[in-house]
């Protein structure tokens, strides 16, 4: 059972370009969360989502980001014209269905905005 | 808000010593605490967890208890190891919040050989 799946594990973007991360959760896990870490700190929630819904996003910032969970392939989480404050690592993690907090974490993708 | 205190930030103890992490929250409904360890540039992973129902629980080396009365949890890792180094994170998940948790800052221990 392969764990969680996040893709690209490194991303660079210029100041003004779209960033998309994407994550597979577990087999059999429906429940997908998104966290962003800053260097030194703990992991912020962004936005938590099942298939085709989002359940919570007060942690998102109101402008720029976005994130959906579709039907059929990974979870995506969209920067549109990142700013320097968007380097950090974002973290995905994913819980099976009825156990929302048992939460399992991918391996992250480091955004670093030049 | 639920808010999430750590301490302390930095840990260093002897092989073979016990290290205590704790952590105070503020939500009094919250109900689930789980502890996290990352390694430099990895994933958190999850080691151990509590629930609001549960005063104490232990996995080999590792305990967590709980004070409901005072808002605050540890973590005791008993016999430390040097593959034990790394950052500590605990958590909490506030009540009606399905799911998403709110995070300390994290604990860097240190096991020195």
């Known amino acids: 059972n392969a764990g969680v799946m996040q893709n690209p594990r490194h991303l660079v973007r210029r100041r003004g370009q779209e960033a998309r991360l994407r994550c597979s959760p577990m087999?059999?896990?429906?429940?997908v969360y998104w966290y962003r870490q800053l260097p030194e700190e703990g992991l912020k929630f962004m936005v938590y989502?099942?298939?085709?819904?989002?359940?919570?996003e007060s942690g998102m910032p109101k402008e720029r980001f976005s994130a959906e969970f579709p039907k059929e392939g990974p979870s995506i989480l969209r920067i549109q014209q990142v700013v320097r404050g968007d380097s950090a690592a974002y973290f995905c993690a994913s819980s099976p269905t009825g156990r929302p907090y048992e939460q399992y974490f991918g391996p992250g993708t480091r955004l670093t905005v030049t | 808000g639920e808010n999430v205190e750590q301490h302390p930030s930095t840990l260093s103890v002897q092989e073979g010593d016990s290290a205590v992490i704790k952590c105070t929250y503020s939500?009094?409904?919250?109900?689930?605490f789980p502890w996290y360890k990352q390694e430099l540039g990895k994933r958190p992973q999850l080691i151990i967890d509590i629930r609001s129902n549960v005063g104490e629980k232990k996995d080999q080396r590792i305990a967590v208890t709980l004070n409901k009365t005072a808002k605050h949890f540890s973590l005791h890792i008993t016999e430390t190891q040097p593959e034990d180094s790394a950052v500590y994170f605990c958590?909490?998940?506030?009540?009606?919040?399905?799911?998403?948790?709110?995070f300390g800052k994290g604990t860097k221990l240190s096991v020195k050989p």
């Open positions: 989502l099942q298939k085709e819904n989002i359940i919570d």
């Open positions: 087999k059999g896990h429906s429940h």
């Open positions: 958590a909490a998940s506030p009540l009606g919040s399905q799911g998403n948790l709110i």
């Open positions: 939500d009094s409904a919250s109900n689930y």
